[in-house]
């Protein structure tokens, strides 16, 4: 297994989980314990086997096109750490077009 | 060294669903921000997709037009990245196994060269919501109410070559999708959305070179553009020894250039995995025979059945077939005029359009009923107005007026038709004026048009100018 | 009143024996006595004795259903619009969900008196109720030990007789475990018969809301009301449900038990092991048949959950980023601090540690060798069991290796604690419906035993569970008699 902290700083950059240099040790320390733990796993022989989509390999139900059309704004908004003139508010964002 | 330039595209074509794919949140553009936002578009927590029936029928509609292979068992995945747009942190998308596979688009380009495009997948997935940067001074603002609206992304494999070819594709998609009924094609409003991957290899080598993503192009023009400035940015890399890298860049009008785009596109391991709160979706033989039987008639096949019936010209064609709203006002016309065909795309083509463009209307806002103007059309080829005066008609008809005979009496637009009655007026025309007679009888034939002044001038304008001509030919010889 | 049954209070309140009114406010009082279990995160005594006002003019006008007037808690990762949901998190300690739950729902229909929401391992992810932003919450029958978990608060509320029921939900056993560790009975059901709509995702394909209450049949006739087709849930199975509490009766006779070897390993307790024993005795003296399974591969069952899990999980709680509910840091200038702070800071450290595992066997490079491997081995445990299920109808055994274990206790591995799960998470990998009841004591905690079936069987799990408790008394027990 290559050296799970310098790993850590990648995954927890892709999760956007922010850490501190102690955190970032025993979380690399008990990450690595969990990895150790399922590594059993790789070495069962799962030739031909398809991997499980759902339990009950069930099909997707399909809803009729019907809008219903209520306005949640005022809700949104209690909800919202920060939230004016109807949009959520984000610091500023650098980049151009969308 | 001579460069081939090798591109592949990616279309988003937002569906013209009445709801989201996976909530039932209007999908109406333009309305106040966050107010078409439910809580599962917002991704509350405990919220659930649910998928939408018209979404995967519209797909399964684009495939058969397409030919392709539509998968009896497809799934979603989540693509997972953060962004203030994407409210649950994931995009339900479709990967490993999308609802339509490999299939084709015929297209002819400007050089009247045909080709086929190979489209590698069709794909649904939710739209992310917008960013507004000056919304705000110190923040950007997001508003979520596009986010999960459907989309359905098509993929060419990289087989094109040049930007008239790519325009030439875009140009026949975005016909197919409208006539299709599946999608508006409204780039301006963001409905037809599409990212250029362009590379460059020496000529006569098969493998691809390194390509970039072009992204924020909203009209075919800039389209145009960004690959000409592309195409020369990469020549100019590889040929003074510097690799291309491989990334995501934005075309900006202003400069008429590309930069780099420096977020969420670039390097992100998107962990696409299948998404648990969804069931695979499975189509059956009775459901594509079912959607095959309603299919609309498709642009290629209207085309050669317009052009075969060697009524229209290729410019009348393209114009009928520019687009499904064209189209059907032309048959509503065709079925209630006895106006010739091509009369009535003349007309289309020319003084209707010229008015809607005045009016800043279009073919999908019509001004002026089918019946008030077949109306119109038929006095017109039964002589009862002339080509001018109808022109008059139709000018009222504009403005709100609806009675075209009406309009013809009250004006006094009707054409002097009776025979005799031209007759006289033509005999007593030549009469008053011997001299330009006797010089018209000699040779001088410029003098029909005094004449033909002289008893426009005496019908008041009133009478057919073709009917004149053949009258005084008669009278004068 | 809090001795009661479901049938006996359905029975008393009819009949005008009490009030829903007099009912609810004997509850608000014990769970005020026993605020040092911190079984409850939040109480709403106003709107609960409003709502048991409600329930008495149903009553009184005939009108009332079979639950109406009852006091239920509800664990605190169902959405409910007039109590906050916290999910026992600091990222979602003020959230104030704007609609409800689909079980929720169902059971304020039937007129049920909602007291309060009760704690839990934070975002479900635990076995000893210790993980909460809100405080651990303490085992009734030991306030040295743990309740279990993730549903620990649910569980020791129903222990406690400060709620007759309270719904839970479980992934890897967070409904039986609690219910096995204070003496409860609880019930997982099959995959897709509970909606999931408003219930806080965790690991989606794993997850299943169920009730927990002192007996089967309280549990059979609370499932009727659970169980649903819910159109907003895609994974909702539409089939017909069945009647559960009618089915209660259903004959034990010629049952075939089946029993794995591999639950009466060593590391299993002695005591839970004996309390098997004798639990089997009573089913062969009854008429049903012993069966012994061979389940090899038992030993995948727990890295296999705990791959899916985290890799679920980490995907579900993305949408907690500070934008549009929930915690949202004070300290940011740019986007991405926003987001990786406020992560930071309203997460505990037991979700951080399965969201960036779950991260990391999705990423490029061990997607195929640990994500697609544990979905390929899930789809051969689930088979491994579909085929023993064809051989005997119910497969019995201990809910956890060991009774609850003391609070505070360190653990220097997390895996330890995961071991705890060891033979409850089979049933959520392969979606299979499984119960916890009462089977016994040791040294004054108590036993809880199994038993697990195949897709859509609750009935016939239910009957063999309602016989066992029709001949013993565990499940009649109580943490209050116990002490002295």
């Given amino acids: 297994m290559p050296t799970l902290e310098t790993e850590l700083t990648k995954i927890a950059a892709l999760a956007c989980i922010g850490m501190n240099n102690d955190s970032a040790k025993l979380l690399a320390h008990d990450v690595g314990a969990i990895m150790d733990f399922v590594e ?59 | ?49 649910v998928l939408n029936q018209e979404a995967v029928r519209m797909a399964i509609k684009f495939g058969l037009a397409v030919d392709a292979e539509i998968n009896d068992l497809s799934f979603f995945e989540r693509k997972n990245y953060f962004y203030p747009d994407l409210p649950k942190g994931y995009q339900i998308s479709q990967f490993q196994r999308p609802i339509v596979g490999n299939g084709y688009l015929a297209i002819s380009t400007a050089a009247d060269l045909s080709k086929r495009v190979i ?40 087989c094109l070559f040049s930007a008239d070819e790519v325009v030439a594709y875009l140009k026949t998609l975005h016909q197919l999708l409208r006539f299709l009924d ?115 008639p498709l642009p290629a096949h209207i085309k050669e059945r317009l052009l075969s019936a060697n009524t229209f010209s290729r410019e009348e064609t393209d114009f009928l077939l520019s687009s499904p709203a064209v189209l059907d006002f032309f048959d509503d016309l065709h079925g209630k005029s006895h106006a010739p065909a091509r009369t009535i795309v003349n007309w289309l083509r020319g003084t209707y359009l010229a008015a809607l463009n005045d009016a800043g209307l279009t073919f999908e806002t019509l001004p002026v009923a089918s019946t008030d103007l077949a109306i119109l059309l038929d006095r017109l080829t039964d002589h009862v107005v ?27 637009y009707m054409q002097v038709n009776n025979d005799v009655l031209l007759e006289e007026t033509i005999k007593t025309a030549i009469a008053n004026y011997p001299q330009q007679a006797a010089d018209f009888r000699n040779g001088k034939e410029k003098l029909l048009s005094f004449f033909v002044g002289q008893l426009m001038k005496e019908t008041k304008g009133q009478a057919d100018p073709a009917q004149i001509n053949l009258l005084l030919r008669k009278f004068l010889v | 009143m809090h001795t ?65 007037g009852i006091p239920l808690a509800h664990k605190d990762i169902f959405c409910t619009k007039t109590m906050p949901t916290t999910c026992g998190s600091k990222m979602l300690a003020n959230f104030h969900a704007p609609y409800q739950a689909t079980l929720v729902q169902h059971l304020a229909a039937q007129g049920t008196v909602l007291v309060g929401k009760t704690n839990m391992d934070e975002f479900a992810m635990g076995s000893a109720n210790e993980n909460s932003y809100f405080g651990p919450v303490k085992n009734p029958w030991n306030l040295d030990y743990v309740p279990g978990g993730s549903s620990g608060g649910s569980a020791a509320a129903v222990a406690a007789g400060l709620v007759p ?36 995702a965790y690991a989606s394909s794993l997850d299943q809301a169920g009730p927990m209450a002192r007996s089967v049949e309280d549990l059979a006739y609370i499932l009727n009301t659970m169980s649903a087709f819910d159109e907003n849930d895609s994974t909702s199975v539409n089939n017909p449900r069945p009647d559960y509490p009618a089915a209660l009766n259903t004959p034990v006779k010629s049952m075939r038990i089946g029993l794995p070897a591999s639950f009466f390993q060593p590391q299993v307790d002695q005591d839970i092991q004996q309390a098997m024993t004798a639990a089997l005795k009573l089913f062969e003296q009854a008429g049903a048949d012993i069966v012994e399974l061979n389940l090899p591969l038992q030993s995948l069952w727990v890295p296999c959950y705990y791959v899916i899990a985290c890799a679920e999980a980490s995907s579900n709680l993305s949408r907690y980023d500070g934008i549009r509910f929930g915690h949202r840091t004070a300290n940011a200038d740019s986007l991405s601090e926003l987001i990786t702070r406020s992560r930071d800071e309203g997460f505990g450290m037991e979700v951080k540690r399965r969201i960036l595992t779950g991260t990391y066997v999705l990423s490029s490079g061990y997607f195929d060798d640990y994500y697609v491997q544990a979905q390929k081995v899930r789809r051969m445990i689930q088979q491994e069991l579909n085929e023993a299920l064809t051989k005997v109808d119910v497969i019995l055994g201990p809910t956890t290796p060991t009774c609850a274990f003391k609070l505070g206790e360190t653990v220097s591995d997390p895996t330890q604690r995961y071991l705890a799960d060891v033979f409850t998470v089979a049933a959520n990998l392969a979606g299979l419906p499984a119960l916890s009841i009462p089977a016994g004591t040791s040294k004054g905690l108590p036993i809880g035993m199994q038993l697990m079936g195949a897709h859509f069987s609750e009935p016939r799990l239910l009957s063999l569970a309602h016989y066992y408790q029709q001949h013993t008394s565990w499940h009649q027990a109580r943490p209050d008699e116990q002490k002295g």
């Avoid at chain 2, 949140?25 to 509350?44: C, E, M, R, V």
């Fill in chain 3, 165 to 200: 029921f309270a719904t839970g939900s479980d992934t890897g056993g967070s409904i039986r475990q609690p219910a096995a560790f204070c003496g409860i009975s609880g019930i997982k059901p099959t995959y897709g018969l509970v909606s999931r709509f408003g219930m806080v």
């Fill in chain 2, 386 to 412: 002339s080509a001018k005066n109808a022109k008059h008609v139709f000018a009222k008809l504009m403005i709100g007026e609806q009675d075209v005979d009406a309009i013809i009496a009250r004006e006094g």
């Fill in chain 2, 182 to 296: 599946i999608c508006d094609g409204n780039m301006q409003e963001g409905s037809f959305r599409c990212d250029v991957n362009i590379s460059l290899r020496p000529y006569g080598r098969e493998q691809l070179g390194t390509r970039t993503e072009l992204k924020n192009l909203n009209s075919f023009r800039y389209i145009e553009k960004a690959i000409a400035y592309e195409q020369l940015r990469h020549q100019d890399l590889l040929e003074n020894g510097q690799d291309v890298i491989q990334e995501t860049r934005l075309y900006s009008p202003a400069s008429d250039s590309t930069h780099t785009l420096r977020n969420k596109e670039n390097e992100n391991d998107y962990r696409y995995f299948p998404d648990p709160d969804l069931l695979p979706i499975k189509i059956t033989a009775q459901d594509l025979a079912t959607i095959k039987a309603n299919m609309p």
């Fill in chain 2, 119 to 158: 489209i590698e997948r069709a794909h649904l997935e939710e739209d992310a919501g917008k960013s507004l940067h000056e919304a705000h001074p110190d923040y950007t603002g997001i508003d979520l109410n596009r986010a999960g609206t459907p989309l359905l992304e098509i993929v060419t494999t990289p």
């Fill in chain 2, 1 to 49: 060294m001579a460069w081939e330039t090798v591109i592949g595209l990616e279309v988003h074509a937002q569906l013209k669903t009445q709801s989201k794919l996976f909530s039932a949140a209007p999908t109406k553009y333009g309305a106040p921000p966050n107010s078409q936002t439910n809580f599962i578009d917002a991704g509350l927590p405990g919220v659930l997709p």
């Fill in chain 3, 4 to 68: 009661l049954s479901l049938p006996e209070l359905a029975h008393a309140l009819q009949n005008k024996q009490f009030s829903s009114t007099e009912l609810t406010a004997h509850f608000l009082k014990r769970i005020h006595l026993a605020k040092s279990l911190n079984a409850f995160i939040s109480v709403d005594e106003e709107h609960a004795l409003a709502m048991a006002t409600n329930a008495d003019k149903l009553l009184q006008q005939g009108q009332a259903k079979y639950l109406t």
């Fill in chain 1, 40 to 98: 059993q796993l790789r070495a069962v022989n799962t030739a031909g086997v398809a991997p499980m989509l759902h339990p009950l390999d069930l099909h997707q139900r399909l809803r009729s096109d019907e809008a219903v059309d209520e306005n949640q704004v005022s809700h949104l908004a209690e909800m919202a750490p920060l939230f004016a003139n109807e949009l959520y508010l984000v610091p500023k964002v650098i980049e151009a077009g969308n």
